[in-house]
């Protein structure tokens, strides 16, 4: 079975300050992962994807996230926020064991302060 | 290229009535997957299709059903709906078969806003 909990319901932040969201996964083999952001009224827009190529990996917008195996990890971080990453984040995990069922974590909220 | 589009953006209902929604993948796109998110429950997986066939399918009763035209484009339709269909459901596309599971990049459309009163 697999499994994704993004440890923050809520991240607040000041603009130009550095982001990071957290996000924990279960998986029992190798999973896919994803980080995808949904603004207000909008659908899910894709920030990056971990495709085992590489742990570190870079994404749109400034954004990266880092897989770690060990921790079970993967953890979204930017550098310096700006006003219009005030979004809904999700984590997503799927392919764990044969699942073509992803699953997303219950969401985490960036507001960025000026 | 034309993004996800979903129609109708916005519907009222009510309680047993039922309803289709209709989503159209972006051009080239085989792979129609469609979520419910609601704030109690968060984002969930309801089906996925492809090249006309239901490949995957969450744990959503069978008053959800889905389908897939030969030119890709997709409806859902909920029967007998009930207070808590109220949701946002959202289509994605993807070029092949199992969306986020084949490590491909799933396109969302805007979704469509259902309210069951």
Avoid at chain 1, 7 to 35: A, I
Avoid at chain 1, 44 to 67: H, R
Avoid at chain 2, 19 to 42: A, D, E, F, K, N
Avoid at chain 2, 91 to 105: D, I, V
Wanted: net charge positive; aromatic share 12%.
């Amino acid at each position: 079975a697999q499994s994704v909990t993004q440890l923050d319901s809520h991240v607040s932040v000041s603009e130009g300050t550095p982001v990071l969201l957290r996000c924990n996964y279960s998986s029992s083999y190798s999973p896919s992962l994803f980080w995808y952001v949904q603004h207000p009224n909008k659908g899910l827009q894709l920030l990056l994807k971990y495709t085992s190529a590489a742990t570190l990996v870079k994404g749109i917008n400034g954004f990266e996230a880092e897989f770690k195996k060990s921790e079970t990890s993967f953890h979204l971080t930017k550098p310096s926020a700006h006003m219009s990453d005030a979004a809904e984040y999700f984590c997503v995990v799927s392919g764990s064991g044969g699942s073509y069922i992803p699953t997303f974590g219950r969401g985490t909220s960036l507001i960025v302060h000026p | 290229k034309a993004g996800v589009t979903q129609t109708p953006r916005y519907l009222i209902k009510t309680r047993g009535q039922q309803v289709t929604l209709s989503c159209s993948p972006i051009s080239g796109h085989r792979s129609v997957s469609w979520y419910q998110q609601t704030p109690g429950q968060g984002l969930q997986f309801l089906f996925e299709y492809f090249s006309e066939t239901q490949r995957n399918k969450g744990n959503f009763p069978g008053r959800f059903s889905g389908r897939q035209f030969s030119n890709s484009r997709s409806e859902m339709n909920v029967s007998t709906l009930e207070l808590g269909d109220s949701a946002l459901y959202l289509c994605a596309s993807s070029l092949g078969p199992s969306g986020l599971a084949g490590n491909q990049e799933q396109f969302f459309g805007p979704g469509t806003r259902l309210t069951v009163l």
